[in-house]
């Protein structure tokens, strides 16, 4: 999917073998985790009102804590004290890495490789737009400033240089007359060790790919404990090649043994082992947040609450939708990139006034390492299980079909059920800055997220396929009031309106029913007269 889907420390560079040791028990102070991920799962899958309450089911809240069960009282404490073991344990594996530094502030030059021909050349887009989102991603950092930007034509990206030997010199010396600069983003998708090490080393700054600076965003913007851990599962492998690039500095600078004293053990040996340690441990980490959710979301099934999954490119306009179709005040959109990076889960209403989830997601971006992609995929799988997916695409952006075939593809590569895909929803906003739009493609739809142009169709539309994918029914019945029918109704069903007739003792109950509560229905009460509209 081109997806887009590190730390403050981001580059190679450890200071000695006693620093990257020592490091190793430094602590981060933990941020408050309100998301929908299993650390604090009253933000993902929070307690819903049972279908008939007149009031929206809640995204926020959660289970009250230090509720003892049939237990008694040793329970509760036995889960606190587990709890307080696994924060501790969360706190050691999201603590600084002995092996990477915050990048800090920076004054770069964006440097983008147009490949001009060949099967490395692009076929949606061009070396200036290209170079757009790279600058993008820069100003998403708040302490980077952009001193430059420079386009050089390269055959052949995949080289040591990446560029040919004439363009490498013209580069060389453009960036040497940059005054105060301090890195280089050379936007590539990802370079070697060798590579990064050999262009430091020519131009005398520090040189960052598209990994690692989306990770470093992703790090900056992270808020809960499961966007953290899975932001430190994609930093693993660039602490391994900046362990390479140490070891070879200390190989250079000491000479000789290379062994830890005692230990039987050279230093990269040691560090290889612990790196690998604590990516066993952070994998271990987020499968349990990931049995928390699967518990969390089989109490969201058995409330019957639809799912709807809103994704897209990153800033495209999802949280604003998400907003202006549930009115909840507190979402506030922001424009840059991967401003979401934790799915949150908000409660609306359809037409029919059955309520809905809507899911926020991480948005995407083309050109990442599948491996960045793979670290969010506990996050991403919750998609898998919505009923609906909502794709919005921002159709201002001169490459949105580009942007499109990245969030397909990276759908697609997540291995959803076909019915997911089939029924999806696409969506093109922003169309309040273009006059007169109307889409090409079939069954899209037009709308704008910030001032509501199209959202009742959107809602409709919403509707529909959510009646299909769920097996769910609008009905009105007709009932006895002295039997049991309504209490059944509001048990079983969500009663939408309840018109009564005193006359005879009877009222009319209009029902969005599931399947298997309309057979059961039909079974326990054969007499009901039903009307399917």
Not at 193 to 218: C, M, N, P, Q
Not at 337 to 342: G, K, R, S, V, Y
Not at 489 to 510: F, I, M, N, R
Request: hydrophobic share 40%; proline share 6%; aromatic share 6%.
């Amino acid at each position: 999917m081109g997806l887009g889907l590190l730390s403050r420390s981001l580059l190679p560079c450890c200071r000695g073998v006693a620093a990257a040791l020592g490091a190793a028990a430094a602590r981060c102070h933990p941020l408050p985790a309100r998301s929908l991920g299993g650390a604090a799962p009253a933000r993902l899958w929070a307690p819903l009102r049972p279908p008939g309450v007149g009031e929206p089911p809640r995204a926020g809240g959660g289970p009250r804590k230090g509720v003892a069960g049939a237990g008694g009282g040793g329970e509760g404490e036995g889960e606190e004290e587990e709890e307080a073991e696994v924060e501790v344990e969360l706190e050691e594996l999201l603590g600084p890495s002995p092996l990477s530094t915050s990048p800090g502030a920076q004054r770069v030059a964006v440097v983008h490789p147009a490949v001009k021909w060949g099967p490395k050349k692009p076929q949606l887009s061009t070396a200036e737009l290209q170079i757009a989102e790279a600058v993008a991603l820069v100003d998403t950092l708040q302490s980077w400033t952009i001193l430059d930007k420079i386009i050089i034509p390269t055959k052949n990206p995949d080289k040591k240089f990446i560029f040919g030997k004439g363009n490498f010199q013209v580069l060389t010396e453009k960036i040497k007359k940059l005054s105060h600069l301090t890195a280089v983003f050379l936007n590539v998708e990802r370079l070697s060790s060798l590579t990064k090490k050999e262009l430091e080393d020519a131009w005398g700054v520090k040189v960052f790919d598209r990994y690692t600076v989306v990770l470093h965003i992703f790090r900056c913007n992270a808020r809960t404990k499961e966007a953290k851990l899975q932001i430190a599962l994609a930093e693993i492998p660039l602490l391994r090649s900046n362990l390479k690039n140490e070891v070879s500095q200390l190989d250079q600078q000491r000479g000789g043994s290379r062994y830890i004293m005692g230990s039987g053990e050279t230093f990269m040996e040691t560090q290889n082992r612990l790196l690998k340690e604590k990516e066993l441990k952070i994998r271990s980490a987020l499968e349990k947040l990931r049995r928390k959710r699967s518990i969390l979301r089989n109490q969201r099934k058995r409330r019957e609450f639809p799912i709807i999954s809103v994704m897209g490119y990153t800033n495209c306009g999802k949280t604003t939708l998400i907003k202006s179709l549930t009115g909840e005040a507190g979402l506030q959109p922001k424009d840059q990139l991967f401003a979401t990076l934790d799915i949150t889960a908000h409660a609306g209403y359809l037409p029919s006034h059955m309520p809905v989830i809507y899911v926020d997601t991480i948005g995407f971006l083309s050109d990442l390492p599948h491996n960045l992609v793979e670290s969010f995929s506990s996050t991403l799988e919750e998609v898998a299980y919505s009923d609906l997916i909502v794709h919005v695409r921002d159709i201002t952006h001169p490459e949105t079909i580009l942007q499109k075939a990245s969030v397909l593809s990276v759908l697609k590569n997540l291995n959803l059920p076909s019915h997911l895909l089939e029924s999806m929803v696409e969506v093109h906003n922003k169309v309040d800055l273009i006059e007169r739009y109307k889409p090409t493609e079939e069954n899209a739809l037009a709308i704008s997220a910030l001032h509501g142009h199209g959202l009742e169709e959107l809602k409709e539309e919403i509707e529909k396929r959510i009646l299909k994918a769920t097996g769910k029914k609008i009905l009105t019945v007709k009932i006895n009031l002295e039997g049991p029918q309504l209490s059944w109704l509001y048990k079983q069903a969500t009663v939408q309106e309840v018109e009564v007739t005193p006359e005879d003792g009877t009222a009319s109950v209009k029902v969005i029913i599931s399947n298997s509560a309309y057979g059961k229905y039909r079974k326990l009460f054969p007499n009901s007269k039903l009307f399917i509209p």
